[in-house]
Nanobody, 124 residues
Framework: QVQLVESGGGLVQVGGSLRLSCAAD??????????LGWFRQAPGKEREFVAA???????TYADSVKGRFTVSRDNAKNTMYLQMYSLKPEDTAVYSC????????????????WGQGTQVTVSS
């Protein structure tokens, strides 16, 4: 089992930046073996893919965040990051990290483990 804990959410102004972290407890599976992803969900809306990074370091992004968000991972710290710049009100949501085994994917059902989520609110 893999436990994931997100942190770094908060209230920011339009155009601001925020860095989210996803710490993984890889007691059974080493962190380096995990494919990781970020998803977000606003009230009344479906969960939306944000970014993903595989065990080889390759990444992919949703069109809505491309050029503004950067996903990275630090295997030594068992942590994945989402650096967000130029934040917009549309970015307001609960952001969750996910982990799984397999290729780089944007599909939620492809991930096995999920964190509790961290709230990001962008004021206008």
């Amino acid at each position: 089992q893999v436990q994931l804990v997100e942190s770094g959410g908060g209230l920011v102004q339009v155009g601001g930046s925020l860095r989210l972290s996803c710490a993984a407890d890889g007691r059974i599976f080493p962190f380096v073996s995990l494919s990781l992803g970020w998803f977000r969900q606003a009230p009344g809306k479906e969960r939306e893919f944000v970014a993903a990074i595989n065990l080889g370091g390759a990444s992919t992004y949703a069109d809505s965040v491309k050029g503004r968000f950067t996903v990275s991972r630090d295997n030594a710290k068992n942590t994945m990051y989402l650096q967000m710049y130029s934040l917009k009100p549309e970015d307001t949501a609960v952001y969750s990290c996910a982990a799984g085994f397999g290729p780089l994917t944007t599909t939620p059902m492809s991930y096995t483990y999920w964190g509790q989520g961290t709230q990001v609110t962008v004021s206008s």
